[in-house]
């Protein structure tokens, strides 16, 4: 089965928790903090694999995780890494965000992408020891790491496309200037999936793609739609193939303008690329009389006849084309920008619900890392929202006595005209 469009999920691992541990060691009195840092989360990576052609294996699995990092021992020892998760990938591979940004395009064997990032392994107590704090009980969590939904696409790499309406000759045509060896019959929509084959007879070898046919509407799903013309995106040049029998039924000028429409409807940059115009099927009866009034039609433009059946013209069609792939060189693959992006600085206050508000920003990222539930880390997190100056955005937004303060995943409290972690005792 082929398929060249799938939407996963992928996790990375999250990052180890710290350690809080003392020395305990014979004839060392009073030992020291002694906790070790967490390991890193694994990262989910694509890598790409010359042998595969289809996305179908993501159809069996959907959700891709990657390990989490161990936590941290005593006698500062560092837990484990969590190991990378490597998915195998065919060449041609564009992933995206939700939102449409690019992560990577993956075109070549052996190229590799991080998608999804493993969060760093928090950091043990031996971290925070400080003048005031000379045995601290405090340690990070492990950070999260990176997740969320990813679009696959294949787009398959070929030098040349071959577009016209179904049953105009385009399998013929790759099956005789190549080894590929599509269905041929006569019959519409024989092709249902494309057709990659590599022409080497012609000076360089480059590649050649068949898609489906396509039909009027196309482009708002009529016959088999226009699924299949991202295979043509990066294609260098275009070759239109316009049956000329008179058994096809069908105006030769009407079919090239048609196709014509459903390019630009589809991507006025795939319409724009350079093509050849090409009159098939002439061992046809008749077919030449056709190739002439359509040549009428369109002066000024070349239009080449051929017939794959006997081959006539084919090798002059393909000199062409390896001709105008010389001056047409391959485009750039997409690639992401290595953009440091500048921290995130601040935070603001926002209502949260009744009697609740959040904080919101530069501070999430310590909420996150903090191991909530841990008296010792919840105080430490609050004084470092002190000074930060939290409390005193809090009193400027006149926020009330009680008040619930949300940070990340973490509930403190607004009291005295102060922050706390300490819920407010039931008497």
Known sequence: MFVDEV????????????????????????????????????????????????????????HF??????????????????????????????????????????????????????????????????????????????????????????????????????????????????????????????????????????????VIADVPGLIEGAHQGAGLGDTFLRHLKRTRILVHLVDMSPESGRSALEDYQVILQELLAFSPELAQKPMLLVGSKLDVPGSDVRLQEFRAFLPGTQVYGISAVTGDGVADLMWRVRRLLDVNPAPEPVRREAIEQ???????????????????????QRASMTLWGNANAENYFVEYLRRRGVVQALRRAKVANNTSVWVGDGLLFFRDDDLTAEEEDEA
């Open 65 to 206: 995780r990657a390990p989490d990092g161990e936590p941290g021992g005593n006698n500062r020892r560092h837990g484990s890494d969590g190991e990378d998760l490597l998915v195998k990938v065919p060449p041609g591979t564009l992933v995206t965000r939700e939102n449409g940004e690019v992560i990577a395009d993956l075109i070549y064997p052996g190229e590799t992408a991080i998608i999804a990032q493993g969060g760093r392994g928090g950091k043990g107590n031996v971290h925070f020891v400080s003048s005031t704090h000379r045995a601290p009980k405090v340690a990070e969590r492990g950070e999260p790491g990176e997740s969320g939904t990813v679009k696959l696409e294949l787009n398959l790499l070929a030098d040349v496309g071959l577009v016209g309406f179904p049953n105009a000759g385009k399998s013929t045509l790759i099956s005789v200037v190549s080894a590929a060896r599509p269905k041929i019959a006569n019959y519409p929509f024989t092709t249902l999936v494309p057709n990659l084959g590599v022409v080497a007879d012609y000076g360089d070898p480059f």
């Open 7 to 62: 939407t996963i999920f992928v996790q990375a691992g999250n990052g180890g928790n710290g350690s809080v541990a003392f020395r305990r060691e014979k004839y060392v009195p009073n030992g020291g903090p002694a906790g070790g840092d967490g390991g890193r989360g694994g990262d989910v990576v694509f890598q790409v694999d010359g042998g595969l052609n289809t996305l179908m294996d993501f159809r069996q699995q959907r």
């Open 342 to 364: 500048p921290a995130v600085r601040g935070y603001r206050v926002v209502p949260e619900g009744d009697n609740a508000v959040r904080i919101v920003g530069d501070v999430e």
